[in-house]
């Protein structure tokens, strides 16, 4: 299901790897639609309005391809994908509460509509529902995996919040993306090989694909931050940096202009000028630090295909590269 | 681990039920303490303040003697009380943040200390570490039970949230006080029996066990409301029903007194006139209303008391009794 502003090149490659679950897709979201059934009418409302919202259920895509490929039950695969994805639809409560963001996908956020208290609670209960799921799986190495991943995303977050604005570091930077985006892409594609008749090669084989994918497409989201057609991203162009928040692109761009007065000025606030970031912005996009990212991005996803090299040709492992080859072709 | 405010009577049954088990909770709290040691030093810093206010760790009490008796590892129990009390910790650091509260047992809460961010995020790093803990039993039924617990509470607190004010209803009642309370302490002796080699018949009965104790335990939390020592309790007199929040001794008096006035004006906000309502709290102190809810919560002793007839004589035995009287002689 993709929202109505993105090319038309973009949406092919996205067909491309959809085709083979589309069907399964739609179980998925109504597995996670009926986790309010029991609940409160608003938190009924709450939850379309979450799933209504959309995203790409790139994870859950992740998690049936591998799992269909491998030859895994439909119906773990598809109690999977939920669980991963209401997992990741918590944190996006979470973090959007915390930044005070208002729109995400070009929706109303859930605390632009909520008090704080209800958002913070719906987000728990998402987390609650997550876990459940992930339990239904009735696999006790999978369950211990996602508990392990959850607390990896929200260590991340504390970290992030933790470390002062306008750091330039690599490791830190690699650190945060993994905790931030691949440890949940990483963790999808091996709970869907350990669910699979498969045996330990080919789990670590689509362990280290769903990381490799990951990491590329945290680095694409950091890029197009940079280079992203304003309207599509539906954020300010650097709004990272903006924010304190130093990605590959700016390391780049640090590292080939240490003398760079605005560079120079990041670590000591002075991420906190708008009129200066705005121009280290722009000259960040008129260097060629975001191919020197771009370039790093393509590395991991050329990584992740050599994975799937020794796996059977089949429509999934298609759809797979196809996946893959999209994260940095997308444009949104 | 008791605090310096408590009357000596309370103390001694304290010490009559935790004696079995004193040297074992030090191995919980241990366990918990090392769950920030790969964090950040602030987070750990605040799981230092949270282990620090201190609590009765009742709930992993209740789990070492239950599977004590019944001969489970204690490895299992120690990470069990560690997840259960690591959950309780993390709904209570978000039920601050989400109340605004400032103390809780007389020292200064997380969200009084730090950003309502970070206290969020601490709040889900505990949520995270606990279902962690939780899947390290290696017991696939006791993480099923462990997440519907969670889901349970959160649901709980939604419903409370999204219930208008000054509701007094006994059914909505008891259902806000089984998610809130008993859920746990049933979920805590129900595994506990689980991990032990106890047949079906003793695991429902010591599922029914925590129920039971859980219930009065939350229906004498809300007498205490009304008759404690404010100093002890640490919080003002009636703050639940001057927060419309209607608990059993003021459904008891609201059916005996349904004319009195400040009762006709409950559902219809007077529960935010101060005077009116403090009036009424000296009306239901004054009645036989908490007198009437605490044989209430001695009927649930008594069912659980019925529910150890058929264990065998042992320490652990006579230490279950004396913590389910001490839940109803108990003045914090």
């Given at each position: 299901m993709r929202r109505g502003s993105l090319h038309g090149e973009t949406d092919l490659s996205t067909v491309t790897f959809l085709s083979p679950v589309q069907e399964e897709i739609k179980l998925v979201e109504e597995r996670m639609r009926i986790q309010?059934?029991?609940?409160h009418s608003d938190l009924r409302a709450a939850l379309e309005h979450l799933l209504a919202?959309?995203?790409?259920?790139i994870r859950p895509t992740l998690g049936l391809l591998v799992g269909n490929m491998l030859g895994a039950p439909l119906e773990k695969l598809v109690t999977l994908g939920a669980a991963v994805e209401l997992l990741h639809t918590a944190t996006l409560v979470h973090d959007d509460l915390i930044d005070g963001s208002l729109l995400r996908r070009g929706m109303a956020t859930l605390n632009a509509r909520w008090s704080p208290p209800a958002t913070v609670l719906t987000g728990d209960f998402l987390f609650a529902r997550a876990a459940k799921l992930a339990a239904e799986t009735d696999n006790l190495a999978l369950m211990k995996l996602f508990s392990e991943t959850l607390a990896t995303i929200v260590n991340g977050e504390l970290t992030q919040m933790f470390t002062s604005r306008g750091l330039i570091n690599r490791d830190n930077y690699y650190k945060r993306i993994y905790a931030k985006t691949a440890s949940l892409f990483e963790m999808t594609s091996r709970a869907a090989s350990m669910v699979s008749p498969a045996n330990e090669a080919t789990i670590e084989a689509m362990r280290d694909f769903g990381y490799q994918i990951g990491m590329a497409f945290q680095i694409v989201d950091d890029i197009l931050d940079f280079t992203g057609d304003q309207a599509t991203v539906g954020?300010?162009?650097g709004s990272d940096l903006l924010n304190g928040l130093v990605t590959l692109p700016a390391i780049y761009y640090a590292e080939g202009n240490p003398e760079d007065e605005d560079v120079l000025s990041l670590p000591n606030g002075?991420?906190?000028n708008n009129e200066n970031m705005t121009r280290l912005v722009d000259n960040i996009r008129a260097s060629n630090a975001t191919q020197k990212a771009m370039l790093e991005a393509e590395q991991h996803v050329d990584r992740a295909l050599a994975r799937l090299d020794s796996m059977e040709s089949c429509a999934e492992r298609e759809a797979l590269e196809n996946l893959a080859k999209y994260i940095v072709d997308r444009k949104v």
């Open positions: 309010a059934d029991d609940t919202a959309g995203g790409k259920r954020k300010p162009l002075g991420w906190t």
